[in-house]
Structure formats: structure tokens, C-alpha cells
């Protein structure tokens, strides 16, 4: 019900295997108000979405190249079309509805469906001997169509004339009912809906991961060859300089790079350490959340053939994961010595969740009065803020709870009184730089996954392979947390010691770029381009990449923290 997938019965009347020819359903007249509207549906790309035995309909087209007929597995079909000449308005008034089913017993008279398909086809319609019926006449039901033939089913190329729109025209909808045999066994319907026929070869994720992967190995090598490299010469050379300094105590030892900011490195961040603390719990919930919707998605539990159980799973796992939000974010908070504890735990508990639920309910009131069938019913939505307020909130005050009992985040130099004042960078080596190229590779390692799964999302086509989607997840970690060792050693040998910010936003910005992505994707997209589709579709990716700043964000931090505290933790200090 969230995502508006609110199922209703229909006029049709389908009995198993009875053929069914140019069945009446309705008929209505257009007053000017209906015609208008029905126009302004058809320009703007209104879709039917229908099911039977859960199965989504697939729709049967003609395609633009060939003129042959194909299936589209995904989006429903639509209410109508323009004509490309006259731009004139013609609506989808008969269906030939195809239902494959296949019986796996021969001796058995047991059925089951196993496809489902609609062939929509725009005809005027008129009665034998020009009768003209209100739609209400019992009489009219019975009375032979001149535009049907009897026990023959609808073909497109038979129709002589299409049902136009326009105010007080009669629309008659009719409907043909076919039945297929098939040898698809039931538990495998599904699986042609989730390749799209195979569209899409899996060789196309494969080349893609195959990319990703050989992106890790390269900066893993950079990581090996620059970074360690360097620092067991650093090491050893400090060390060796700590040494001659105990000997020679009247001389002083001139030290340069990272060892000079040993007494700055761990200094909480200038601006907003509670909010940096916040950051990394939401991210690190977030992180949690979406790695485990995925591995249940990959080993089946989450399915698109069960309507709504990703929504749904992805729900549960956030606000069963609050308690891992309330936990890192109060051992960071108890590292910087904050006070506000309290505070910081309000925060964590509701500054994310509270604008992705305030952006929800605002775009369900808007669909509401639009009368969109995407609007949410009221009750659902009271269940979800039950859902974060009794459960969410809660385990977020439980994880700060066990994590201001732990002991604070030990780090192994002294912080000094006074900071230490920044050298000017040079231009390749300043921090904005430094964000901007960061967010670079991990989002080349996922760019080719992130087309199917917008595809998916903003297209209505379903999306399958996770096992894919869990590997691309794995590289985008890892290549946040290399990029981000590699630019945080930089600025330390730089001398700059306010790294704290730089490793979220660094990696973060890969949010950036992909937000950027999806404003030259939306071009593509086919749907109407009204007002409500910008806010919709800018307003809902700009929370997706906000999450995925978070979770990016919380890598850098992470790794690099580990970092720090790894190469300050070898050399001696006084």
C-alpha cells in the first residue's frame, strides 16, 4: 500500500478456458469535462496496471521499427494514444486479454495460470443496423456488434476506425478473452517478468562487476604500493629520529609530514561534532539496512512475486537497526567528550527518519487530492510512524544507552590545548579538491548496476539480479574506504589535522555525482513531464542520494578512523 499498489475488482468476467469473444463491459458517454480530462490522462502517459492470480500484465504492442507485435513485461499499458499526424486524443476502448495456463497432470483437470497479457485496441464501435444504445437498454446487451465478428477474436488490422474522444461520444468497451496452453510450470512463471524475455543479457552485469572489480584491484595496488610503502618509511623514520632525540637531547631534530599534527590529529571536529556524530549513526544504520535487504533479496526471501516484501523488509530492517544508529553515534559523541548526550540521541533518533517521513506524507497529500491511486491510505501511514516512534526511537536510545556504558574510544597521542595552525595547501592537495575527486571512482565501479536499478525504480520494471546488487554494494564500499585512506594520508603528510569532515564528504560524493547522474537520466525517462513528476522524481532522488551520502559518508569515516588511530598507535611521541 505504500508504494500505491491498492488492488480492485474489475467488470471482466473470465471463466478457466472459455473463449470469449468481443464481450460487452460498459458503456459511457463523455460529457466536455470527461473528454478533457480523458485527454489530458492520454498526453500525460496513464497507464491500466492489471493483475490476475498475481501476475501483472504484460502489454502487447506494436514496435516502432518493425511493426511486429512484442511484449512489454512491465508499466501496464496504456488508456489511450495521440495520433502523430493530428495530435488528436483516441482511447483504448477493447482488450484482447491472453491468459496462458498449463496443466501438469494430463489426467488430472487441474489448471494454473501462467501468463498473463492485454492487447489493447482502439475501436469505434456500431451496432448492426445503426442501433443506438444508452448503455443502460437491457436490450443492448444482446445486439450484434457490426464492428465484431462472431467466434473470431479481435485482430488490430481489422479495425476500420478508432475510437476518438471528444465531448458526448459514446465509448463502448468491449473485452476478448483467449487461452493458451503452455509448457512454463508454475513455479517458473515469474521468471520471464523478471528477465523482461531477456532483454537484458546477464552478460551486461557481468561485464559491469567484471569492471568494478578490476577498479578494487588497481586502488588495492595504489593502496599497497603508495601508501603502505610510505608509511613503513615514515615509521621507521620517525622512530629513528625519536631515537637520535634521546641521545641527543640539546639538539633539536627537524620531523616533517604526518607526525607533526600527532597532537591535533584526534582533536574533535571544529564545526558541529554532534552533527558529524549523527551522521555516522544514521549512515551506519542506513549501511546495515540496505546490506541486508539486499541478502535477503539475493536468497529469495524478499521477492517481487510477493507483492510489497522488499517495501516492506527494507521497513523492518531500519527500524530494527536504530539500536546500531544509537550505538556509533554515542561512542563518537563520548570521544569528543560531548555533554549534550541526550540531545545527540533526540537527533540520531529523528533528523533522518523525521525528514524521509515528513517528505512522504507530503507528497502523499498532494497525490491524495490529485486523486492519484499512488496516494497511501491514512491507516498506513499511521502504521509506519507507530512502526518509528514504538520500535525505531526506542532501540535508538537502547544502542546509546550500551554505548555511553563503553568506555571511551581510546587514541594514542594527547591532545594538545592549542590547535596547531594549517600550512596553505597546495591547489591539488586542498580539501575541496580532494571531495570532488574522491566521489569519482566509487561511482564509475557501480555507474552500470545504478541504470538498472533506476531503471527499475522510476520505470516500474522489476529488478532481480541482488546477487549482482550485493557485489556492486561490496565494491562501492571498498572503493569509498581505499579513495579515502589514500586522501586522508595526503592531507595528514600536508600537515592538515581537521580530517574528520573530509572523510565523510570525501566518499560522500559520490551521492553528488550520482544525484547529477539522475538529473541527465530523468530526459530519458517516459513519463509525463507535469509538476508533480519533478517533485516526485527530484524530491525522492534527493533523499536517496542524502541516504547514500550518509552511508558513503560513514565508510570514509570508519576506515579512516581505524587508520588514524593505526598509524599514530606506531610511532613513539613524547
Given at each position: 500500500?505504500?508504494?500505491?499498489?491498492?488492488?480492485?475488482?474489475?467488470?471482466?468476467?473470465?471463466?478457466?478456458?472459455?473463449?470469449?469473444?468481443?464481450?460487452?463491459?460498459?458503456?459511457?458517454?463523455?460529457?466536455?469535462?470527461?473528454?478533457?480530462?480523458?485527454?489530458?490522462?492520454?498526453?500525460?502517459?496513464?497507464?491500466?496496471?492489471?493483475?490476475?492470480?498475481?501476475?501483472?500484465?504484460?502489454?502487447?504492442?506494436?514496435?516502432?521499427?518493425?511493426?511486429?507485435?512484442?511484449?512489454?513485461?512491465?508499466?501496464?499499458?496504456?488508456?489511450?494514444?495521440?495520433?502523430?499526424?493530428?495530435?488528436?486524443?483516441?482511447?483504448?476502448?477493447?482488450?484482447?486479454?491472453?491468459?496462458?495456463?498449463?496443466?501438469?497432470?494430463?489426467?488430472?483437470?487441474?489448471?494454473?495460470?501462467?501468463?498473463?497479457?492485454?492487447?489493447?485496441?482502439?475501436i469505434d464501435h456500431k451496432f448492426q443496423g445503426g442501433y443506438d444504445w444508452d448503455g443502460i437498454a437491457t436490450e443492448g446487451w444482446s445486439k450484434k456488434l457490426e464492428t465484431c465478428q462472431t467466434g473470431v477474436h479481435m485482430?488490430?488490422?481489422?479495425?476500420?476506425?478508432?475510437?476518438?474522444?471528444?465531448?458526448?461520444?459514446?465509448?463502448?468497451?468491449?473485452?476478448?478473452?483467449?487461452?493458451?496452453?503452455?509448457?512454463?510450470?508454475?513455479?517458473?512463471?515469474?521468471?520471464?517478468?523478471?528477465?523482461?524475455?531477456?532483454?537484458?543479457?546477464?552478460?551486461?552485469?557481468?561485464?559491469?562487476?567484471?569492471?568494478?572489480?578490476?577498479?578494487?584491484?588497481?586502488?588495492?595496488?595504489?593502496?599497497?604500493?603508495?601508501?603502505?610503502?610510505?608509511?613503513?618509511?615514515?615509521?621507521?623514520?620517525?622512530?629513528?629520529?625519536?631515537?637520535?632525540?634521546?641521545?641527543?637531547?640539546?639538539?633539536?631534530?627537524?620531523?616533517?609530514?604526518?607526525?607533526?599534527?600527532?597532537?591535533?590529529?584526534?582533536?574533535?571536529?571544529?564545526?558541529?561534532?554532534?552533527?558529524?556524530?549523527?551522521?555516522?549513526?544514521?549512515?551506519?544504520q542506513l549501511s546495515i539496512t540496505i546490506l541486508l535487504a539486499i541478502c535477503f533479496s539475493a536468497i529469495g526471501f524478499l521477492s517481487p512475486a510477493r507483492r510489497g516484501s522488499l517495501m516492506n523488509g527494507i521497513l523492518s530492517?531500519?527500524?530494527?537497526?536504530?539500536?546500531?544508529?544509537?550505538?556509533?553515534?554515542?561512542?563518537?559523541?563520548?570521544?569528543?567528550?560531548?555533554?549534550?548526550?541526550?540531545?545527540?540521541?533526540?537527533?540520531?533518533?529523528?533528523?533522518?527518519?523525521?525528514?524521509?517521513?515528513?517528505?512522504?506524507?507530503?507528497?502523499?497529500?498532494?497525490?491524495?487530492?490529485?486523486?492519484?491511486?499512488?496516494?497511501?491510505?491514512?491507516?498506513?501511514?499511521?502504521?509506519?510512524?507507530?512502526?518509528?516512534?514504538?520500535?525505531?526511537?526506542?532501540?535508538?536510545?537502547?544502542?546509546?544507552?550500551?554505548?555511553?556504558?563503553?568506555?571511551?574510544?581510546?587514541?594514542?597521542?594527547?591532545?594538545?590545548?592549542?590547535?596547531?595552525?594549517?600550512?596553505?595547501?597546495?591547489?591539488?592537495?586542498?580539501?575541496?579538491?580532494?571531495?570532488?575527486?574522491?566521489?569519482?571512482?566509487?561511482?564509475?565501479?557501480?555507474?552500470?548496476?545504478?541504470?538498472?536499478?533506476?531503471?527499475?525504480?522510476?520505470?516500474?520494471?522489476?529488478?532481480?539480479?541482488?546477487?549482482?546488487?550485493?557485489?556492486?554494494?561490496?565494491?562501492?564500499?571498498?572503493?569509498?574506504?581505499?579513495?579515502?585512506?589514500?586522501?586522508?594520508?595526503?592531507?595528514?603528510?600536508?600537515?592538515?589535522?581537521?580530517?574528520?569532515?573530509?572523510?565523510?564528504?570525501?566518499?560522500?560524493?559520490?551521492?553528488?555525482?550520482?544525484?547529477?547522474?539522475?538529473?541527465?537520466?530523468?530526459?530519458?525517462?517516459?513519463?509525463?513531464?507535469?509538476?508533480?513528476?519533478?517533485?516526485?522524481?527530484?524530491?525522492?532522488?534527493?533523499?536517496?542520494?542524502?541516504?547514500?551520502?550518509?552511508?558513503?559518508?560513514?565508510?570514509?569515516?570508519?576506515?579512516?578512523?581505524?587508520?588514524?588511530?593505526?598509524?599514530?598507535?606506531?610511532?613513539?611521541?613524547?
Open positions: 500500500f505504500l508504494t500505491g499498489n491498492k488492488i480492485q475488482s474489475s467488470v471482466y468476467n473470465i471463466n478457466m478456458l472459455t473463449e470469449s469473444y468481443c464481450e460487452k463491459a460498459c458503456q459511457v458517454e463523455l460529457s466536455a469535462a470527461d473528454a478533457a480530462r480523458l485527454r489530458l490522462h492520454i498526453k500525460y502517459g496513464y497507464h491500466n496496471n492489471w493483475i490476475i492470480d498475481n501476475l501483472p500484465s504484460a502489454a502487447v504492442g506494436l514496435n516502432a521499427v518493425t511493426k511486429k507485435k512484442q511484449k512489454h513485461y512491465a508499466g501496464g499499458f496504456p488508456i489511450g494514444f495521440l495520433a502523430a499526424d493530428t495530435m488528436k486524443p483516441y482511447i483504448f476502448n477493447h482488450v484482447n486479454i491472453i491468459i496462458d495456463y498449463h496443466q501438469a497432470d494430463p489426467e488430472v483437470d487441474t489448471y494454473r495460470v501462467v501468463g498473463f497479457a492485454v492487447e489493447p485496441i482502439s485482430e488490430r488490422d481489422r479495425v476500420k476506425s478508432s475510437m476518438m474522444i471528444e465531448p458526448k461520444a459514446k465509448i463502448m468497451y468491449t473485452y476478448d478473452v483467449q487461452w493458451k496452453q503452455s509448457d512454463v510450470a508454475w513455479t517458473s512463471r515469474w521468471d520471464i517478468y523478471l528477465t523482461e524475455d531477456h532483454l537484458v543479457p546477464a552478460q551486461v552485469h557481468w561485464y559491469s562487476i567484471t569492471n568494478s572489480i578490476l577498479v578494487v584491484l588497481f586502488l588495492s595496488l595504489l593502496v599497497v604500493s603508495m601508501l603502505v610503502r610510505n608509511l613503513r618509511r615514515d615509521i621507521a623514520a620517525y622512530n629513528a629520529l625519536s631515537a637520535l632525540a634521546d641521545e641527543e637531547k640539546d639538539e633539536d631534530v627537524d620531523e616533517s609530514g604526518w607526525k607533526l599534527v600527532h597532537a591535533d590529529v584526534f582533536r574533535p571536529p571544529d564545526n558541529y561534532p554532534m552533527m558529524y556524530c549523527v551522521c555516522c549513526g544514521a549512515g551506519a530492517f531500519y527500524v530494527l537497526t536504530g539500536i546500531v544508529a544509537g550505538y556509533v553515534s554515542s561512542r563518537l559523541y563520548k570521544s569528543f567528550k560531548g555533554r549534550l548526550w541526550q540531545v545527540c540521541t533526540v537527533a540520531t533518533a529523528i533528523l533522518f527518519p523525521g525528514v524521509a517521513f515528513f517528505l512522504f506524507v507530503f507528497f502523499n497529500i498532494v497525490l491524495f487530492f490529485l486523486h492519484s491511486s499512488a496516494s497511501a491510505p491514512f491507516l498506513d501511514i499511521i502504521i509506519v510512524a507507530a512502526m518509528w516512534c514504538c520500535v525505531s526511537i526506542p532501540l535508538v536510545f537502547v544502542g546509546a544507552y550500551f554505548g555511553y556504558k563503553q568506555e571511551s574510544i581510546e587514541f594514542p597521542t594527547v591532545t594538545s590545548t592549542i590547535a596547531r595552525a594549517i600550512p596553505p595547501p597546495q591547489p591539488l592537495l586542498h580539501p575541496l579538491v580532494g571531495c570532488l575527486v574522491a566521489g569519482v571512482v566509487p561511482f564509475a565501479a557501480a555507474y552500470v548496476e545504478l541504470f538498472f536499478i533506476m531503471t527499475s525504480l522510476w520505470m516500474d520494471q522489476y529488478y532481480y539480479v541482488f546477487g549482482f546488487t550485493l557485489i556492486v554494494f561490496l565494491i562501492l564500499v571498498i572503493t569509498c574506504a581505499e579513495v579515502t585512506l589514500l586522501l586522508v594520508y595526503n592531507q595528514l603528510c600536508a600537515e592538515n589535522h581537521r580530517w574528520w569532515w573530509f572523510s565523510f564528504f570525501a566518499p560522500g560524493s559520490t551521492a553528488l555525482y550520482t544525484f547529477i547522474y539522475s538529473m541527465f537520466w530523468f530526459r530519458s525517462l517516459e513519463a509525463s513531464k507535469m509538476l508533480m513528476t519533478y517533485l516526485l522524481y527530484f524530491g525522492y532522488m534527493g533523499l536517496i542520494c542524502s541516504a547514500m551520502l550518509l552511508v558513503t559518508g560513514t565508510v570514509g569515516t570508519l576506515t579512516s578512523l581505524w587508520f588514524v588511530r593505526k598509524i599514530f598507535g606506531t610511532i613513539k611521541v613524547d
